[in-house]
């Protein structure tokens, strides 16, 4: 009895000792963790393996989830330039070079307008020697209109390289690809080695994170190094083994025609089965029906649960905004908000001179070979340090066409034409547009990045779209001016035949008496007669 006592005196001590313990930890002040503690930690989320509510663990489904995709893919794929080359053309190194031209285009580009310039360039460089042996010059031609204009140079320069250095032949791996060509990425790497080598390996664009995103319910930002490490471990856990290439256009055509950022047409999802995103919004829809109808503890779900992540406050694929019930499975992805675009205004000059054959030539100059719009060809132009366009920056910009005139001219020739918006990718630019009229038609360029260009020699020469939107703005006033003039005269005309008319018709009239007209006086009306008589 005495024993038992002491055992729980003894134990109760120990409790007591415990409990002074933990509140004199809890009274110690947190440290603030170092940045490089909170960096590891990042690293460690990003390589972490992912929670199970997020990947797919069942063999099971990821066999099923491959062949729904593939049959689908097989019924309702598109036609495309790229993949009906890819199928058909038998030398290695022309196909990988094939797509490697297709995966270069599409990129921030949409299919529709990627096809017509993929059929001229195929059509014009076949082969990658093709292509080596041309002029950047041609190839930035080629490009005009297509945007991001970089990419035609690194396709250009990857080229060169591959005859130059690897003998001709293309990569034949994901990583040679990723290593030994220029503007190539892990995305266009995986891409080209699945498609047109058959290397077993996910592919993750836009189109594939979202898809894969709604799949697993990945809401945190997609962008994040945690997010893009567990997409790509998705990609590669889902391929396909013996259609790997299929599989990643699967997925991509999915998520262009599908799974599409707004108004997804989820119900003629192939794998919508899998879906987490899919169940959540069905779910959440029939627990808002039922507390409408006050019914909410009272009628058992006839949706099963849907299994959220077990460790969602600390989990780093979780998103960290709450469930917006209007988004639907738009809630996933989640994006950080885009910056906007700078801002900036330019002062451009449309110099023009009479043609030898009547049609007017316009003076074009060459961009520098690196930065926005490399080696392309602009009009004479000057980026404004303010709103409004001064005198300095018309002299400054009139100086510069001096220059390469090899000649003298004075701001006062500047005509104000008008404003032309261009949207780039992160530059919301305007041109502020004037023109000047040379009547001397040998006016000769100074320089070697200089040339004149007939307008319809401009359209096919390797210009921005904004350079051929300016030269349709000049246009369009040219018309109205034009029309406003062919007006003027017609006026005149119309005038001067109103005049002799007027001159021709003096004599004055006799009016009846019950007309409504002003009688003539008597003294009129005899001076009247005398005169005719």
Request: hydrophobic share 35%; charged share 25%; proline share 5%.
């Amino acid at each position: 009895m005495l024993c038992l006592k002491m055992s729980r005196l003894r134990s109760a001590m120990l409790k007591g000792k415990r409990a002074g313990l933990e509140v004199v930890e809890s009274a110690k002040p947190k440290q603030k963790r170092s940045k490089k503690a909170v960096k590891e930690e990042e690293t460690t989320h990003a390589s972490s393996p992912s929670p199970a509510y997020h990947t797919f663990h069942a063999p099971a489904d990821v066999l099923l989830l491959r062949s729904q995709l593939l049959s689908w893919y097989d019924k309702e794929k598109r036609e495309l330039p790229w993949r009906t080359l890819a199928v058909t053309e038998s030398d290695l190194n022309i196909r990988t070079y094939a797509v490697w031209v297709s995966e270069i285009m599409l990129q921030q580009t949409q299919v529709a307008t990627v096809i017509d310039y993929y059929n001229k360039w195929m059509t014009r460089w076949p082969t990658l020697q093709d292509l080596a042996a041309a002029t950047l010059e041609e190839v930035n031609q080629m490009w005009a209109g297509l945007g991001y204009y970089s990419r035609g140079k690194r396709l250009h320069e990857g080229a060169q390289k591959v005859a130059s250095e690897l003998q001709g032949q293309m990569p034949r791996t994901v990583d040679s690809l990723l290593k030994q060509l220029p503007g190539v990425g892990r995305y266009t790497a995986a891409a080209v080695g699945s498609i047109a080598l058959g290397q077993v390996t996910g592919a993750v664009d836009g189109n594939v994170m979202r898809v894969l995103c709604r799949l697993r319910a990945i809401g945190a930002d997609s962008t994040s190094p945690a997010v893009t490490e567990a997409l790509w471990r998705q990609a590669n856990t889902l391929v396909d083994p013996e259609r790997p290439g299929d599989f990643n256009q699967a997925m991509m055509e999915l998520g262009a025609r599908v799974c599409t950022p707004k108004a997804p047409l989820c119900s003629q999802c192939p794998v919508r089965s899998h879906c987490h995103s899919f169940r959540k919004v069905h779910v959440q829809q029939e627990k808002n029906s039922r507390k409408l109808l006050g019914k909410l503890d009272r009628k058992p779900s006839t949706l099963p649960d849907i299994e959220d992540c077990m460790t969602s406050d600390t989990c780093p694929l979780c998103p960290s905004e709450p469930w917006d019930d209007d988004l639907g499975v738009q809630n996933f992805p989640r994006k950080p908000a885009k910056k906007p675009p700078r801002v900036e205004r330019t002062l451009t000059c449309v110099v023009v001179r009479p043609g030898e054959d009547g049609e007017d030539e316009y003076l074009l100059t060459q961009r520098p070979n690196k930065g926005l719009l490399a080696g392309l060809w602009e009009f004479p132009s000057l980026l404004q340090g303010e709103k409004s366009a001064g005198m300095k920056e018309k002299r400054a910009l009139c100086a510069q066409i001096s220059g390469l005139l090899g000649t003298h001219l004075t701001e006062s020739l500047f005509r104000y034409v008008g404003e032309v918006v261009h949207i780039f990718s992160h530059i919301h630019q305007t041109y502020v547009v004037h023109s000047v009229c040379l009547k001397d038609a040998d006016t000769q360029t100074a320089t070697e990045n200089a040339q004149w260009l007939t307008g319809s020699a401009l359209q096919e020469a390797a210009v921005s779209t904004a350079v051929k939107k300016i030269v349709k703005l000049c246009d369009s006033v040219d018309s109205q001016k034009e029309q406003s003039s062919k007006g003027g005269k017609r006026q005149k005309h119309t005038s001067t035949k109103n005049n002799k008319n007027q001159q021709t018709s003096k004599k004055p009239k006799l009016s009846a008496a019950g007309s409504g007209s002003r009688q003539l006086s008597l003294s009129v009306f005899f001076n009247s007669v005398q005169q005719e008589s």
